[in-house]
């Protein structure tokens, strides 16, 4: 009862005009004439983000992974606890619910490593997502009249963007978190230095990559795991799919959840699925041939990216096959404007920092570092927050 | 069967799954230990253990795996 009333809260809000207007074209494609409203629902906020949770909380009951609480305020905090209710992280009750029953002690270290994440999650927002979306929104917004190495540049800046800004909610809502001394699971773990698909995963939205691996990926597979390479294809593409559809009630998310999907399939037959590994791990540089497949990964997905951008599908191809036949090779001028010059620079010290850290717990993980280091660092990313931050935009994962 | 035989064919197929046998066949040995053996390796690794012992696990037989020392006690319950 408790799943079915949860699906069908996120069903009703989140995806009945969906529903409603495919059902409404199949009776006009067999030549009935429907005449039809679609309701005018109010979408509650973090709904995709609450159902899950609550839905991961009654089936680990089920599982017996937990034992259900007979505390009302015990189980509203774990649903509904307010740094994460936006955006995630989703939770699980079997890592969250004892931190919320257990007395918490203050911890020095705990609390400053919370502002450190905080700090970082909000440049990483008010400063590269924000400067990132005033090169990308006017780019998309005009796209048919945009030279192709100029759409490329939009491409870029906005994968950019989507990472800065979903990490820098994350990044903020963890430390916040800490503040109160509930720990919460990591979001995201440095995704653009991965080398394959099934890395990337690994280290993008992770609280939704394994809450859906754990509960649709894992008893799909075992259904069909006398399919072999098979079963596992339809499993990775049937879970990427519904990754993509709960982000929202359209099919540019469905299909930039095929696509991710497929992306699998190399990966499944090669047999180098497995593979996750830091890249460079305990080195400075990355060897030539892990530059490469980071370059090329990064590649594939901000062009997938475009289906996320974009209202529909057409639209993305249109854009997609624009970048490839109108000047993809010509100087893109606009990048000699302040605008870009200065959001390069500033992308190019994100970049450096994230790869400094892509070992360590958290992307600004600098407790290690002396005093001086530590606080010049804290000052010179507090002035480059009041000098180049810009008003923020809402985060693109509210309407999720 | 015993407990040795068993860890011997668990370890027979990890090494065919994952092409390597960089572990010790110890009971508190999780799948996070072993290079390779997540979520996608997970399943070819059990139907692998199925087609070994000639078993059935079911769905809430792996989600209550935890280490190596539960994977042989619920295969030796099958047997």
Redesign the interface.
């Known amino acids: 009862m408790g799943l079915i009333f949860n699906i069908g809260l996120l069903l009703y809000f989140k995806y009945f005009n969906f529903f409603y207007d495919g059902f409404v074209g199949i009776l006009n494609i067999f030549g009935a004439t429907a005449s039809y409203s679609t309701l005018s629902i109010l979408l509650p906020l973090g709904i995709s983000f609450f159902s899950f949770q609550t839905l991961g909380y009654l089936i680990d009951i089920y599982d017996e992974e937990i034992e259900s609480s007979d505390n009302l305020l015990e189980f509203s905090v774990f649903v509904s606890y307010f740094p994460k209710i936006l955006s995630g992280p989703i939770e699980r009750a079997s890592k969250m619910m004892p931190q919320v029953q257990e007395k918490r002690n203050f911890s020095y270290p705990v609390f400053v490593d919370g502002l450190r994440q905080i700090l970082w999650g909000l440049f990483a927002k008010i400063v590269i997502a924000e400067n990132c979306a005033s090169i990308v929104n006017p780019i998309f917004n005009d796209y048919g009249n945009q030279s192709g190495s100029v759409l490329l540049l939009g491409t870029f800046f906005y994968a950019i963007q989507l990472y800065a800004d979903f990490s820098g909610y994350s990044n903020m809502a963890i430390g916040i978190s800490k503040l109160f001394g509930i720990q919460l699971m990591r979001n995201f773990s440095t995704p653009f230095f991965s080398t394959n698909i099934s890395d990337f995963w690994r280290k993008w939205h992770i609280s939704l990559t394994t809450w859906m691996m754990d509960y649709v990926f894992t008893p799909l597979s075992f259904s069909l795991r006398n399919y072999q390479k098979k079963g596992l294809i339809i499993s990775i593409i049937t879970t990427f799919v519904l990754v993509g559809f709960w982000h929202g009630a359209n099919w540019t998310f469905v299909f930039y959840g095929l696509l991710h999907g497929v992306y699998f399939i190399p990966l499944v037959y090669s047999g180098k699925m497995n593979t996750s590994e830091i890249v460079a791990k305990g080195k400075f540089l990355p060897s030539f041939a892990e530059l490469i497949k980071m370059i090329l990964l990064f590649i594939l997905i901000m062009l997938t990216d475009v289906f996320f951008r974009v209202n529909n599908v057409s639209d993305a191809f249109d854009y997609i096959f624009l970048i490839f036949s109108n000047g993809l090779f010509s100087f893109p001028l606009e990048v000699l404007s302040s605008n870009y010059l200065i959001t390069i620079v500033l992308l190019c010290f994100f970049i450096l920092v994230e790869w400094l850290h892509r070992e360590k717990l958290h992307d600004f993980e600098i407790s290690r570092y002396n005093f001086l280091i530590r606080w010049s660092l804290y000052v010179f990313i507090f002035l480059l927050i009041l000098f180049f931050g810009k008003s923020a935009e809402t985060f693109i994962y509210f309407q999720f | 069967m015993e407990t040795l035989t068993i860890k011997e064919n668990i370890s027979d197929v990890l090494k065919s799954i994952?092409?390597h046998n960089n572990f010790e066949m110890r009971d508190e040995l999780t799948a996070k230990d072993v290079?390779?053996?997540?979520?996608?390796?997970?399943?070819?690794i059990?139907?692998k253990i199925?087609e070994a012992f000639n078993i059935k696990?079911k769905?809430?037989d792996?989600?209550?795996l935890k280490n190596m020392g539960s994977l042989v006690a619920v295969i030796q319950s099958k047997i």
């Open positions: 994952l092409g290079d390779g053996w997540d979520s996608l390796s997970h399943m070819m059990i139907t199925e696990f769905l809430r792996l989600n209550k």
